[in-house]
């Protein structure tokens, strides 16, 4: 890093800042999911279109930060934030007043597309300014909060819906960006080197950038990793609570559980695990996980607590490879961060979807779809790296 901190306030702060930003897009996908139910009665719309404003949120935040990357790496992170952060602030206000379901659709879209400012941005931040262990050690920071606010978000949304109403969710939401724009007066501009030419032209960078043989590799193993965390995600609800008979308090507490592996995974690997032969770490994760989703597969089904803990490790190996991964895909490129940092996101969020979405098709149970994608995913994202890596396909 720099001698001169980008942040007004220091370092630190810098940091949290960093980390802050990093948790608005999950705290915006997961937080009000508790009040569906109530949201489908007080709006008088079906199930299926209150689902929309979770589903549309989910692909144009993907979908737009394959837009918002290119143009920071122009006109800088600061305008972006700002942009991004602006229409975030009058989307959530939208959504709190909405008076039905399309109003609450249209402010979600838009609220989605403001987040991919952020998704974006966050990341190319992190590159411009830090550099090796210094990158891991922040990236872990930040990723510990993007891992745990999906986990905890449901929890709290529960917790505030004792108190205030959905619409009270979205005032809260509407609160952190005001928050996050204040923020941004003392962030100074980390750009250094603008991409050349029209606007438009920028986005001619994202075919650049994925020429690049390395980091095209690394993406797509390192995308389709995330699969069996947003499959977690997709099923737990209906395997603790409909297949294993628990009540909702009981699954927030093994939900928890596992927000603690998920924790564990990267702070542990700052700390112990980066010490171990790169190439054999990420191998044995994924390895892990496809030995994890194969005995899923076979005794999940038998007790919630053989399923927790092999979920645990699960968990566990997809959160701990995060920071090694991150840095290893940044450094293929010298340039275009804000490109290399919007394809991250979109990609591995796009492929978390299709998880989520496989999950729905009709398998013998929720366990036996968790198991396969675990399986699967683990065994391709293995032979993939071991490939990459007995090739020489990317630097570092």
């Avoid at 602030?89 to 659709?105: M, V």
């Avoid at 054999?280 to 089904?301: N, R």
């Amino acid at each position: 890093m720099s001698k001169r901190s980008p942040f007004a306030f220091g370092q630190t702060p810098f940091i949290a800042f960093l980390a802050f930003l990093s948790a608005f897009v999950p705290l915006s996908i997961d937080l009000y999911l508790p009040a569906l139910p109530i949201m489908s009665q007080q709006l008088e719309a079906s199930p299926d279109l209150v689902n929309l404003t979770l589903s549309c949120f989910m692909l144009l935040f993907a979908l737009s930060m394959l837009i918002w990357g290119p143009l920071s790496d122009k006109y800088g992170r600061r305008p972006i934030l700002f942009a991004g952060l602006g229409l975030y602030i009058a989307a959530s206000l939208g959504c709190a007043l909405a008076g039905n379901i399309w109003q609450l659709i249209v402010g979600r879209s838009l609220q989605a597309v403001g987040s991919g400012a952020l998704g974006a941005v966050t990341m190319a931040i992190v590159k411009d300014v830090f550099r090796g262990r210094v990158m891991e050690n922040v990236l872990t920071a930040i990723q510990t909060m993007t891992i745990l606010a999906p986990m905890l978000a449901p929890v709290l949304g529960g917790v505030l819906l004792t108190f205030t109403s959905w619409r009270g969710i979205f005032w809260i939401l509407t609160i952190c960006g005001a928050a996050g724009f204040a923020c941004c007066f003392a962030l100074r501009e980390t750009l250094r080197h603008p991409t050349e030419g029209p606007a438009l032209h920028t986005l001619t960078r994202i075919p650049y950038v994925l020429k690049n043989r390395g980091f095209r590799s690394l993406l797509i193993v390192f995308s389709i990793f995330s699969m069996p965390f947003m499959a977690y995600l997709a099923a737990s609800a209906y395997i603790y609570q409909s297949i294993f008979g628990f009540s909702a308090q009981m699954y927030s507490a093994f939900f928890a559980a596992n927000a603690v592996f998920s924790m564990l995974g990267p702070l542990l690997y700052v700390r112990i695990l980066r010490e171990l032969p790169r190439s054999a770490f990420l191998g044995g994760c994924f390895i892990a996980t496809a030995v994890a989703g194969l005995l899923l597969i076979f005794f999940g089904h038998t007790s919630p607590y053989v399923f927790a803990g092999l979920y645990f490790i699960v968990t566990f190996t997809g959160s701990a490879n995060r920071p090694p991964a991150t840095v290893l895909m940044m450094s293929q490129l010298g340039s275009d961060n804000g490109t290399v940092a919007s394809l991250m996101g979109a990609c591995a969020l796009l492929c978390g979807s299709l998880a989520m979405l496989l999950c729905s098709l009709p398998w013998p149970s929720f366990i036996v779809a968790t198991g396969v994608i675990c399986l699967v995913i683990g065994t391709a994202a293995a032979i993939g790296w071991f490939w990459c890596d007995r090739n020489k396909v990317f630097k570092g």
